[in-house]
């Protein structure tokens, strides 16, 4: 099991941007794929991005591709979250997770290993 804690979130104009830090205590973190996920309110958890081990294969959802990047430093056991381009609708919990099954990893289900979340409000 895999302790994930995210930071960086935090209140932000449109147009603006943010960084997401995700920080694993784990020996190895290029062992694990990693993903971030949000939520809306009453909604389910919504794949934003996930970089796999190894080459460092990198997805994106469909509403965040080309304003999202994420990234991983196996030195630091980091990942990251570069949010630009920021609109009212990314406003949502963010949530770091890890995983070394080799299901997608779009769905949620695939991950072993989750944050506490951090929250992410982008003002009109």
């Known amino acids: 099991q895999v302790q994930l804690v995210e930071s960086g979130g935090g209140l932000v104009q449109a147009g603006g941007s943010l960084r997401l830090s995700c920080a694993a205590s784990?020996?190895?973190?290029?062992?694990?794929?990693m993903g971030w996920f949000r939520q809306h309110p009453g909604e389910e958890r919504e794949f934003v991005a996930a970089?796999?081990?190894?080459?460092?294969?990198?997805d994106y959802g469909v509403s965040v591709k080309g304003r999202f990047t994420i990234s991983r430093d196996d030195t630091r056991n980091t990942v990251y979250l570069q949010m630009n381009s920021l609109i009212p609708e990314d406003t949502a919990v963010y949530y770091c997770?890890?995983?070394?099954?080799?299901?997608?990893?779009?769905?949620?289900?695939?991950?072993?290993?989750w944050g506490q979340g951090t929250q992410v409000t982008v003002s009109s």
């Open positions: 784990v020996r190895t973190l290029s062992n694990y794929a």
């Open positions: 997770a890890a995983k070394t099954s080799r299901t997608s990893a779009v769905f949620a289900w695939s991950y072993s290993s």
């Open positions: 970089i796999s081990w190894g080459p460092g294969i990198k």
